[in-house]
Structure formats: C-alpha cells, structure tokens
C-alpha cells in the first residue's frame, strides 16, 4: 500500500535512459511515483517492456500502460511513416519527430495527475544532447507549465502544478552518471528507434548514437550494448 503520507508525482516513463533516471530522481526526491506510459503503437515498441521493468525497479504505486495510436496521424518515421535516419544528428528537426507528441503526452499526464491529486509532474526532456526536438526546450517547458495552471479546475483553483524537467540541462554523460548513482541498471532501459529482428539495438540511429556517446563520455560500460 503507498504511504498517504507522501507526495505523489506523475512520471511519464517511456522505458527509454532518460526516463528511468528521470523517475529515479522523482523517488529520490520523496514522491511516491505514478508511472504513465503511453503505447502510440511506435515501432520501438521493446521499450514498452523496459518501462514495465524500470517501473518496478522504481517501486512505482502505480503504472498506467495507455493505449493511444498516433500512427493514425502519421507524421513520423517512429510510427511507421518512412526510415528512421542512420546519418546521426545534424542540427535539423529529423524524421523521427513525432508531431506534438510532449505537448499530447504532458497533457494525459496532466489530467491523470489532476485526478489522482498529485501536482507533480516530470518528464525526461532533454535540451543539450538530444535530435533537435522542439518540444524538449526550456521554452516548451516553461509555456506547458503555465498552460497546466490556467486550463485545469486545480491550477485556477490555487493547487498549482510543477513540471520537473531535471533532466534538461544535462548532458547524456551527466544522465548516464545518474543513472550509475541512482543505482539504477542501464540495461533495463531501451533507447533504439529502430530494433533489428533479434531485439538488438541497431547501433546506428540517433538515439543510439547519443547513448553510446554518452556513456562513453562518462567513462561507463553501457550493459545494455554489452
């Protein structure tokens, strides 16, 4: 049973590095931690059992799997629409953006939280090393926040809401350091956009690039490429 004593914050856990370290932090802070995972039918979906794990791993009260199927839209090589780009980052938005997709999954996260009561919510966005994404910028951050706070009956009503965003600064070298303090294992944490037929990562996409970067920079062994 979760302790009524505690806060209660809302993680949106993708099963990806960047969110497991995100809802270490959360538990590290003193909330007792409400994982939401949104299944968007993403062709990645082996981080649909990564985030199971790590939501166990993280001892959450609660872990909410929604089935939401963004591939209808279309839009994005990550739901079927074209290749997932091999070139690595280049400064451009890329074909793995998946239009809108923090602005729809903050906004689920922020009904789930205004009617569970909790008034946290955190998020794993990144804005240093990450695919140029404009929805993982301190300027998205700051206007959702304040969007939360005028559109909900909490946020008028006085019970305003945070928006953790303890990632962003950092670099992938500094989440990776986190992760290895938090204690948490890398390797239940899947960060591949396109998975080879054997479930290995393909080494070759940006995210894959970025976390091996990463944790070479750290100066770590990722166990999850061992």
């Not at 949106?12 to 995100?22: A, E, F, N, R, T």
């Not at 909330?31 to 981080?47: K, M, S």
């Not at 794990?53 to 074209?82: C, E, K, M, N, Y």
């Not at 928006?163 to 989440?175: F, G, N, Q, V």
Request: glycine share 10%; net charge negative.
């Amino acid at each position: 049973m979760p302790d009524t004593t505690r806060k209660q914050a809302v993680v949106l856990l993708s099963g990806g590095l960047d969110s497991m370290v995100c809802a270490g932090l959360a538990r590290e802070a003193g909330f007792d931690v409400v994982a939401l995972t949104i299944d968007y039918n993403q062709r990645h979906r082996i981080e649909l059992a990564a985030a199971e794990r790590i939501a166990q791993a993280v001892g959450a009260v609660r872990h909410i799997v929604l089935p939401l199927d963004l591939s209808r839209f279309g839009g994005s090589a990550l739901t079927g629409d074209g290749d997932v780009p091999k070139h690595g980052v280049d400064g451009t938005i890329p074909a793995t953006y998946v239009p809108a997709r923090n602005t729809i999954f903050l906004s689920i996260c922020l009904g789930l939280a205004e009617a569970t009561g909790a008034r946290d919510l955190y998020i794993g966005v990144n804005a240093l090393d990450y695919s140029g994404y404009p929805d993982c910028r301190p300027e998205f951050v700051a206007a959702f926040e304040n969007l939360a706070n005028i559109a909900t009956r909490a946020g008028v009503e006085g019970e305003p809401f945070t928006l953790h965003t303890p990632l962003l600064a950092m670099s992938k070298a500094d989440i990776a350091r986190e992760a290895d303090r938090l204690g948490l294992d890398a390797g239940m944490s899947w960060s591949c956009y396109d998975p080879g037929a054997d479930g290995r990562p393909c080494g070759q996409c940006d995210s894959c690039r970025l976390r091996a970067r990463g944790f070479a920079e750290a100066g770590l062994v990722d166990p999850a490429a061992a």
